[in-house]
């Protein structure tokens, strides 16, 4: 059987899970040809852990051309920062490759238009990995909603909270800057946005937004005892009284992958979550209409005490109930992310007229609730189990999950609602 050769691009925290499985998990059908980055350091901290399954060729970020030129691959994977996302998707594409892309797809309506042309220019595909569809209580919902269990959806509440391990890390890194990211209303709420789009099966046309960031800033590093704090975890002088302090030096993957190359590109992973230079909120609060007429109420906590969420389905024929807490993670440490915390999850199916019905859960081990092996078996097998859910995702997906942060992120600035077909333009006859 011949192998399918894929590069990837882009070997920071969110890379490992797409390096490992192709090279330990489906090395009979799959071969990961080279790397990628704008970091050599980071290149060589993966080859070291590949071991005897390396080393690989590596290309820095300019060769991008040079690396497909040489290798000649099938498949690219974009595990790089947000913002870039578009760059390497688009000119893969136009060099004759498929995509499988990290979220989100992008960070901008522009970028977005442009990803939507060039696919349907080159005929090249795009997955967009979102592993969260996968999980399995998140597709019992989607099951229970699409055999009819409560009627056509009217409306949904839905409120995710990030604690402050896992979500104090988006203003460590470069998440903090909306340039890169999108703000968490693209970066993190693109994994929500799309469970609402995939479980209504429908797409969204209109989205007011509010947003505020109070809890990540200055004032609140002062008033918790932190005066005369560093611009970063490393060497703070107040350190040992700060409850958010990263130990990257005491971390192994950690250190390898980023304190030990910052003096490479510069790229500090450990700034002050109560620092300046942060232009994202901690706090958003968006309603949201879709094409078929059910509205969602959204909100993102980006400093509870604990992780997770709680969603609730209103429908003509009853109601649908589902929460779930996750274990908590700081990405890149080595731990696995979104691991469901057992017994702590639960889907209530309440019919109309009729006493509320606990439902069995459905387990899955795993990153992202057990969606990330089933993910992963879906895109690399070479035939991969039916799925009658759905779950793949296309540039069409990436795009209306983005589309949502985007235009909230646009309602916040100007204060007023934001119609997505008109972030769409010209490309929205594509997407039919």
């Not at 002088?237 to 971390?251: E, S, T």
Request: with cysteine; glycine share 10%; proline share 4%.
């Amino acid at each position: 059987m011949t192998k399918k050769r894929y590069v990837q691009v882009g070997l920071g925290g969110r890379s490992r899970m797409f390096t490992e499985a192709l090279t330990e998990r489906y090395p009979d059908t799959c071969e990961l040809v080279a790397l990628c980055d704008v970091n050599q350091g980071r290149m060589d901290f993966v080859n070291k852990n590949l071991g005897d399954k390396g080393p690989l060729p590596t290309y820095k970020a300019q060769d991008f051309d040079r690396m497909i030129a040489e290798q000649k691959p099938q498949g690219v994977i974009v595990t790089t920062i947000d913002r870039t996302h578009c760059e390497y998707i688009c000119r893969a594409m136009e060099l004759g490759c498929d995509v499988i892309s990290e979220k989100p797809m992008t960070v901008d309506a522009e970028s977005c238009r442009k990803i939507i042309k060039t696919t349907n220019k080159t005929g090249r595909s795009l997955r967009v990995t979102f592993n969260y569809r996968y999980s399995p209580p998140r597709s019992q919902v989607k099951e229970l909603i699409q055999n009819g269990a409560i009627g056509d959806v009217l409306s949904v509440d839905f409120t995710w909270l990030l604690d402050t391990r896992h979500g104090a890390d988006y203003f460590r890194r470069w998440h903090r800057n909306r340039a890169n990211s999108g703000s968490l209303l693209v970066h993190k709420s693109t994994h929500h946005f799309d469970l609402v789009n995939w479980w209504l099966a429908d797409v969204p046309e209109e989205v007011f937004c509010m947003g505020s960031r109070k809890f990540y800033t200055p004032q609140q590093g002062d008033a918790r005892g932190l005066k005369g704090r560093g611009e970063r975890c490393l060497n703070c002088p107040v350190a040992k009284k700060c409850n958010f302090f990263l130990d990257m030096a005491g971390n192994e993957n950690l250190k390898a992958t980023y304190l030990d190359n910052e003096k490479e590109d510069g790229y500090i992973r450990d700034k002050c979550v109560f620092g300046d230079g942060i232009d994202i909120w901690d706090t958003e609060v968006a309603n949201v209409r879709y094409k078929g007429g059910a509205l969602l109420s959204y909100m993102l906590h980006n400093y509870s005490p604990y992780e997770g969420y709680r969603v609730a389905f209103n429908g003509t024929k009853g109601r649908i109930e589902h929460a779930c807490c996750e274990k908590t993670y700081v990405n890149g440490d080595g731990t696995v992310p979104g691991e469901l915390q057992e017994h702590q999850t639960s889907v209530t199916l309440i019919p109309e007229f009729s006493r509320a019905q606990a439902l069995e859960v459905r387990q899955g081990k795993g990153g992202h609730g057990g969606g990330d092996p089933v993910m992963l078996d879906d895109i690399f097998l070479v035939n991969p189990p039916a799925d009658p859910l759905n779950r793949r995702a296309t540039e069409k997906d990436g795009a209306y999950s983005i589309l949502v942060g985007i235009a909230a992120y646009e309602s916040i600035d100007k204060n007023m609602p934001i119609r997505i077909p008109d972030l769409l333009g010209d490309v929205a006859q594509l997407l039919k």
